[in-house]
């Protein structure tokens, strides 16, 4: 989810051979409306996130058929793992939990801080809008442009993970639930 702007649902419906390694994208099935359901889509994966050894051993272990992120209850984890990290200072609960929602949606933090992050990085709006599956009927190419290209620049442009030691001794890495 942080590296693709995909929602909890599309990421654990991804199966093992919706991945192309070479070509770096998935096959996005999954949707939150009935045209999006309707549409399938590609998305860039992230050089950073193919690096992770996390995700590559899921990757190794899922056969053909398998979901690759694979969770009892996904979204109470990303919820519990949220809590956890707003008690921490560092981490806003605004985030998560907008003032101006009546429902927080934790999974949708990661939607919203990649969205962040790119905006930061001076990435277009049509970009952005394409990896997050807000295109509004724009599909590969927006006037001569091919999107996909630009979004794995884009995506490709996000820092890695750190998951350093360094980072654990001054307590600047909040431990999410697994």
Known sequence: MRYTGLRLRQVTGILRQDIDITARTPVVRNGKTKQERADMRVVPLSRHLLAEP???AALDAAPAGAHVVRATSPASVIRASWQDATTHDGVLKGLWA????????PDHAFRASLQAHLTEQRVSKDVIDFLVGHAGGLR???YGRDLLKDAREAVDGLPPIDWG???VE???VVRLRS
Do not use: Y
């Open 170 to 172: 001054t307590g600047k």
């Open 165 to 167: 030691d360094a980072a």
């Open 54 to 56: 996390r995700f590559r």
């Open 98 to 105: 907008p003032p101006n929602r009546a429902n927080a949606r």
């Open 140 to 142: 590969a190419v927006h």
